[in-house]
């Protein structure tokens, strides 16, 4: 696998509001944050760009709602901020995409340059995948770091329930088995960047 000299990290939703397990419930890989970390080390080491984005619910019961300390990001996100000799842009949003939030993370990319993106972060199947299928249609070459991200169990239609591990499964066949996302490990990524 390439990783370009410019590839952008995308990191999505790394919040302190994903640690209330009473409101979200059971979660997957509990490796993810080590994971994270890792990525958003080798990124800022080799100068590559790096994207913070930050979910602000609408919510009023969301622990990611503005003005709710779930809503600042998880502490070794924020202290990492400012520290990489790469461009870094911060990005709040409303909705699932990141590309959808302010600034414009699109045009921002196209500015920098940059035609690829990792995407690490919260939640596998909710943000990350939406971020990485509007990134594939925007003309990107998508990659995600499918262990530097995690989601939770699921209800869906018909009584239908899945844990958290099938659906991080499910988003991860969509998004590589579509053509979306190159869906690979951080181990994977981490050799190719460096």
Not at 55 to 84: A, C
Not at 158 to 171: C, K, L, N, T, Y
Request: aromatic residues 8%.
């Amino acid at each position: 696998m390439d990783i370009a000299e410019n590839a952008a990290l995308v990191v999505v939703d790394v919040q302190k509001g994903f640690d209330e397990p009473g409101f979200w419930g059971s979660r997957n890989n509990l490796g993810a944050d080590d994971n994270i970390a890792s990525l958003i080390d080798v990124w800022q080491g080799t100068g590559r760009p790096v994207v913070f984005v930050r979910h602000d619910s609408g919510k009023p019961e969301s622990p990611l709602r503005p003005g709710h300390e779930g809503n600042g990001l998880k502490p070794y996100v924020e202290e990492r901020r400012g520290k990489g000799a790469g461009a870094e842009l911060f990005v709040t949003k409303t909705v699932n995409s990141a590309f959808y939030g302010t600034p414009n993370l699109d045009a921002w990319l196209r500015a920098e340059g940059v035609g690829q993106i990792v995407i690490v972060g919260i939640q596998t199947n909710m943000c990350v995948e939406t971020t990485a299928r509007m990134g594939g249609n925007l003309g990107y070459d998508v990659v995600v770091a499918y262990d530097a991200t995690y989601t939770f169990d699921l209800e869906g239609p018909f009584g239908w329930r899945r844990s958290a591990d099938e659906v991080a499964q499910a988003s991860a066949v969509s998004l590589h088995g579509g053509g979306f996302a190159r869906v690979v490990t951080t181990g994977e990524v981490v050799d190719a960047a460096k």
